[in-house]
């Protein structure tokens, strides 16, 4: 299990290398990112999502090229249930940034700003 803060001002940019495949086909594990990522659930202004990782330390990899970047706060420990956490969706919050609240307490955990490249001419 891993849970982690997003760190919100670089969400925007988290969502486009999601979507423009620069994480997905980073190898050996962007696929896996992006699954996770698509797995993630929002708790109490954390991500939390089960990962499949090989590595010695866990997440070495992962924590260097893309998480480091884009969360802080990383706890990583075993997955201790079968079941995925539970949660709002963090993919749906990355997404929609319109979308309601995600803490119950009428504030959002995540502020998205669309990245909408621009041709000066």
């Known amino acids: 299990m891993v849970r ?7 969400m925007a940019k ?5 979507n423009d495949g620069t994480i997905g086909t ?9 699954a996770s990522m698509k797995r993630a659930v929002m708790n109490e202004g954390k991500v939390e999502w089960q990962e499949t990782c090989f590595c010695s330390p866990p ?3 992962e924590r260097t090229t893309i998480y480091d970047r884009f969360f802080s706060d990383l706890e990583i420990g ?4 079968a079941t995925p956490p539970k949660g709002e969706s ?5 997404e929609d940034p319109t979308r309601g609240t995600s803490s119950g307490h009428g504030q959002r955990i995540v502020n998205v ?5 621009i041709r000066i001419f």
Do not use: C, M, N
């Open 90 to 94: 963090f993919w749906h919050y990355l």
């Open 78 to 81: 075993p997955s201790v249930a």
């Open 26 to 34: 980073q190898k050996p594990d962007g696929s896996e990112i992006v």
């Open 4 to 10: 982690a803060r997003p760190i919100v001002a670089e």
């Open 59 to 61: 997440l070495r990899h």
């Open 14 to 18: 988290f969502w486009v290398l999601l």
């Open 113 to 117: 700003t669309r990245y909408v490249p």
